[in-house]
């Protein structure tokens, strides 16, 4: 493992540790919109990890979720979600994890996902392969999307936009086997590495929220396009990842709903 690998996964499990350690406990909230919220614990978390990035590499560039991004003209980047399924930490539901990428010149080289809660640790490198706690990860071998087990989730702005994927999960519901919605993309996108799901997609997720799952897909043998089966990137609307397989056929159904069904929302 790298010299940068080494370090993100003890950083990844020391801010896991942390929010471990404040799971049980009464929780500050505050809202960054209706429904999209943050604990002390996201604030405490990114606090600790920006703190240990900056002492050990002080000319990298950082994005965080919850501050001003930090750019110092490096090609080095850090990409981070202190704590990936907010809304799930604050209500006591066991579903949350700890994301850190690592990005040279353009391309996500690294990426760390840490359960602190289950002790599962999933890390990636370009070219390495991905792993959870040290055992290889090899997507799933299902072939037919009516035998699937899909994730996504909702945008924060469900409630106002029509395109609130909705549709989409309607449709998708009645063509695959099961549908799971658990809060957290980060583990979304690494339950699908390790074989747990079948295919994900979800629309206006964030460079944090996808940057470490995207290489741990890929590096298990998957693939990610855009929603619209394009090239994807941090930026992407959307994002669609499946074990391969069933890629072609997730594309079709999503590509053939209409994204701005008006009849979807009340």
């Not at 001003?68 to 579903?95: M, V």
């Not at 070219?127 to 990860?137: K, P, S, T, V």
Request: net charge negative; hydrophobic share 40%; with cysteine.
């Amino acid at each position: 493992m790298s010299e940068y690998g080494e370090f993100a996964q003890a950083l990844a499990r020391e801010a896991g540790a942390l929010l471990k350690e404040r799971f049980h406990g009464p929780h500050r909230v505050a809202y960054k919109g209706a429904i999209n919220l943050v604990t002390e614990t996201d604030t405490l978390s990114e606090e600790l990890i920006i703190s240990r990035i900056t002492g050990a590499f002080p000319e990298h560039d950082i994005l965080a979720e919850e501050s001003s991004p930090i750019r110092k003209g490096s090609s080095y980047r850090w990409i981070i979600d202190p704590l990936d399924g907010t809304t799930n930490f604050a209500h006591g539901f066991p579903q949350f994890c700890v994301s850190i990428a690592f990005e040279k010149e353009g391309r996500i080289i690294l990426g760390v996902i840490y359960d602190p809660l289950l002790d599962e640790l999933f890390i990636a490198e370009k070219g390495a392969g991905a792993f959870l706690n040290e055992r290889r990860l090899v997507v799933s071998d299902t072939k037919d999307l009516s035998k699937s087990l899909l994730a996504t989730g909702f945008p924060y702005d469900i409630r106002t936009n029509p395109d609130n994927n909705i549709n989409y999960f309607n449709e998708l519901a009645l063509k695959v086997q099961a549908i799971r919605r658990a809060g957290s993309a980060a583990l979304d996108l690494a339950y699908l590495a390790a074989g747990r799901f079948d295919g994900f997609w979800e629309l206006k997720l964030h460079p944090w929220d996808t940057a470490a799952g995207w290489l741990m897909v890929e590096e298990a043998g998957g693939i990610v396009t855009g929603i619209d089966g394009g090239g994807f990137y941090l930026e992407s609307p959307g994002i669609a990842a499946s074990n391969g397989h069933i890629q072609e056929a997730l594309l079709s159904v999503l590509r053939e709903t209409d994204p701005l069904d008006h009849r979807l929302v009340r």
